[in-house]
């Protein structure tokens, strides 16, 4: 697959088993002038990756949304200061979602920008944030307000990394692959219902056609609108309530399940609306639910810190908090004059206050 990007055009690959080891001359680039950023669970689960490397050219990534920040932002570049990486060093990211976000964001203004790849080894990385070219960080408790657009050269995505995912961060990526298959409208969606089975298991044949699925839905998202003026913002579908979702419980309600409960709050506000039937939000309730299980409904959220936390949301105008709801036809629209109390009603449908 190839996306087409303002600052380059950038290719991606899906392969079903692991990259060979890393070492000189192989994977398309020369590890004798890379810098390698490096998940501290993927170092430990596949040595045999990495051992070809040397230390010093390896910066090993604990991985936590307190990561996202621009004093970890300082520490990785002085690590490639110190190894007097140049602007010709390419930059080889392995791991999720949030060392993406990091790693990008160093690449992008470290020499003013160098080369990166990105190997993503989460579901939820693989499936949806791998492409598009956004980076993040997280700034004065507010989730990624900070950030650049900036591709990689190369994605690789290596299937196999996803036999180590747990549970938790396997489901996570389910609530991403859901959020893009409801908004491509009703026939992607009813396509994904009715193989849901397949969502659950670890089957890397049924996860590789998923994921190509997904890719291909956002790809026409970002090529459109890349830099998020417009059509893009309707990625963000679950979001608002989902990011409210994951602060106000320190995180430990992870992304992906956090917005399938926003989906949850901005389908009954679309039902509400009269935007969308009943039984088309009960269908896409039924497998948002399925997907988040227990976990709902959600006790000892601050009521407060949660309202808070959806007015500061970045897609907002002015006073205004800015919602991504769907029509009958499960197609996204941008709606800009929502109340708080329309989300607080639509919101005990995962909030036990």
């Known amino acids: 697959m190839l996306i087409h990007s ?5 290719r991606v690959d899906i392969q079903t088993k692991l990259p060979d080891p890393f070492q000189r001359n192989d994977q398309g680039f020369s590890s004798q002038s890379s810098f390698f950023v490096i ?3 993927i170092y430990d689960c596949y040595p045999e990756l990495f051992k070809a490397l040397s230390s010093e050219k390896v910066f090993i ?4 949304e307190e990561s996202k920040t621009m004093q970890y932002v300082f520490k990785m570049c002085e690590k490639l200061l110190e190894n007097r990486c140049q602007r010709r060093t390419t930059l080889v ?8 976000d990091v790693a990008g964001f160093v690449a992008s203004i470290y020499f003013r920008g160098i080369p990166w790849i990105f190997y993503p080894t989460t579901l939820l990385a693989q499936a949806d944030s791998c492409i598009g070219g956004k980076t993040s960080l997280n700034f004065l408790k507010r989730k990624n307000l900070l950030g650049t657009f900036y591709p990689p050269e190369r994605i690789v995505i290596c299937l196999q990394f996803l036999q180590s995912l747990s549970e938790k961060e396997f489901r996570s990526g389910i609530g991403e692959v859901i959020k893009l298959h409801i908004i491509s409208g009703e026939k992607k969606f009813d396509q994904l219902f009715e193989k849901k089975e397949s969502l659950f298991s670890r089957d890397l044949d049924s996860w590789g056609k998923w994921i190509q699925s997904s890719l291909e839905i956002k790809k026409s998202y970002i090529e459109t609108d890349e830099h998020d003026l417009g059509l893009r913002k309707t990625l963000n579908f679950g979001h608002t309530c989902g990011h409210a979702i994951e602060a106000c419980t320190h995180y430990e309600i992870p992304h992906g399940q956090a917005v399938l409960m926003g989906i949850i709050i901005a389908c009954e506000m679309s039902f509400l609306r009269g935007m969308l039937s009943e039984s088309k939000k009960q269908r896409v309730e039924a497998l948002c639910e399925e997907v988040v299980g227990d976990l709902i409904p959600l006790k ?3 009521r407060e810190q949660f309202f808070e936390i959806v007015a500061m949301d970045k897609k907002n105008e ?4 800015v919602e991504i709801l769907i029509d009958d036809n499960l197609l996204p629209h941008i709606v800009n004059d929502v109340s708080k109390e329309e989300i607080a009603k639509a919101l005990t449908k995962v909030v036990s206050f």
């Open 318 to 321: 002015e006073n205004a908090i």
């Open 93 to 100: 990211a392995i791991g999720g979602g949030i060392l993406q």
């Open 300 to 302: 000892g959220i601050d």
């Open 6 to 10: 303002k600052l380059i055009d950038y």
């Open 61 to 64: 990534f604990d991985v936590s």
């Open 39 to 41: 998940d501290q669970a």
